[in-house]
């Protein structure tokens, strides 16, 4: 390249808006040696654009530069093409969409390309999320309509079963009708969690005091966690009083102990706590399982996403629901001794008792 065409490049590269742009820009000559490189395009290419300028692109591992640049680089020169463009493309654990068009002076001479990048990691992400709720109201319109359909044949199952046991012989009848009821029970559950999570029957609010509520729950839990030889103990003085539908919260009590039983296996201890966090009550139900790696704790508010056999996934959003009626919220995260520990959020009372 002449030393001429080389100082018009840099002219362009030395406008005051170059480095201040937030798209990343690059500019190269006919041989594809770097002119000019602003500070976004350094920052995403992760390279010290001082040590870059006059880098030859090619001999840099980036999947982008890989992308044929000297075979374009001969389409612009020729006149072939005027422009390139690819989205989504994938450097660094970023989404990048990239142009490029020829750089001419004013007696139209081939002077090199112009590469401008932009950074859409976040913006995919955001599509991506939006595209992800839809799907999902849709799916629950659906499973909301079909647990609908499904509750009133079942009753008529369930009832005629009632019927059905006594008059079954000993023995292997009544065994497999045993699992049958099981079954059944199972799918009962599902329906009116399903129905819960998609028609929530209006809360029945009282006051309610929190520690009173641990204790009652783990009467009712405390017997299964042990026959799965975990220990579960909580506190049982104090007060902490918030305005909540009873049973609703106990709902929410029991889908976290159920997660941290599951999750610890035999021998393992499960503690729920009530904790002052300023204006709010924190419930904290913790285990000394695993814990939740980060793809896991990314997806469990998703509705059926479970790692278990048995799971329908649903306990969190359910959860999640409740906690968000009673004005409160769910948080799920690891213990950094190990363990996962699940926390519920809920307003306090104003009133002092
Ligand atoms: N305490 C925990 N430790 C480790 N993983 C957990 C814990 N709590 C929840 N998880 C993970 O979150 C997933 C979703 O939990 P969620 O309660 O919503 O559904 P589930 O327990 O799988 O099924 P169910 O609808 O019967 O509750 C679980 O499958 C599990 O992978
Ligand atoms: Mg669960």
């Known amino acids: 390249m002449s030393a001429g065409k080389g100082k018009e490049l840099i002219k362009i590269g030395k406008s005051p808006l170059f480095n201040s742009l937030v798209d990343g820009i690059m500019i190269l000559d006919p041989d594809a040696c ?9 920052d995403i290419f992760a390279v010290n654009p001082e040590h870059f300028i006059g880098q030859n692109v ?96 079942l009753t008529t199952v369930m009832g005629f079963m009632q019927l059905l046991n006594p008059l079954l012989p000993e023995g292997k009848a009544r065994e497999y009708a045993a699992l049958v009821n099981e079954e059944l029970r199972r799918i ?29 729950t783990l009467a009712v839990m405390v017997s299964e966690a042990n026959l799965k030889g975990v220990a579960l103990e909580g506190v049982t003085y104090g007060q902490a009083y918030v305005r909540a539908d009873r049973e609703q919260i106990k709902q929410v009590l029991v889908n976290f102990i159920k997660n941290a039983v599951d999750a610890c296996g035999s021998r393992g201890k499960v503690v729920v706590e009530v904790e002052s966090r300023e204006q709010e009550w924190a419930v904290l139900v913790m285990d000394d399982g ?64």
């Open 58 to 153: 090619v001999e840099c591992h980036s999947p982008l530069f890989q992308a044929q640049v000297l075979e374009l680089m001969e389409e612009f020169r020729s006149g072939n093409k005027e422009a390139y463009e690819k989205r989504n493309i994938k450097v660094n654990q970023r989404l990048l969409d990239v142009f490029m068009t020829p750089l001419r002076d004013s007696k139209n001479r081939f002077l090199g390309l112009i590469m401008m990048v932009r950074d859409v990691t976040r913006e995919r992400e955001m599509q991506d999320k939006l595209i992800r709720q839809e799907k999902l109201a849709v799916v629950g319109q659906l499973a909301a309509g079909l647990a609908h359909e499904i509750r009133n044949p």
């Open 188 to 216: 009962k559950g599902l329906v009116s969690e399903i129905l819960l999570l998609t028609k929530p029957s209006a809360p029945n609010f009282r006051d309610v005091d929190l520690i009173n509520l641990v204790r009652e």
């Open 290 to 353: 695993p814990g939740l790696p980060p793809e896991v704790l990314n997806k469990v508010f998703e509705p059926f996403f479970t790692t278990k056999e048995e799971g329908m996934g649903l306990g969190l959003v359910v959860s999640k629901q409740i906690a968000e009626t009673h004005g409160g919220r769910i948080e799920l995260g690891n213990w950094p001794t190990g363990g996962a520990v699940a926390t519920l959020y809920l307003p306090k009372l104003s009133r002092t008792h």
């Open 34 to 42: 770097c002119v000019q490189i602003n500070q976004a395009a350094a």
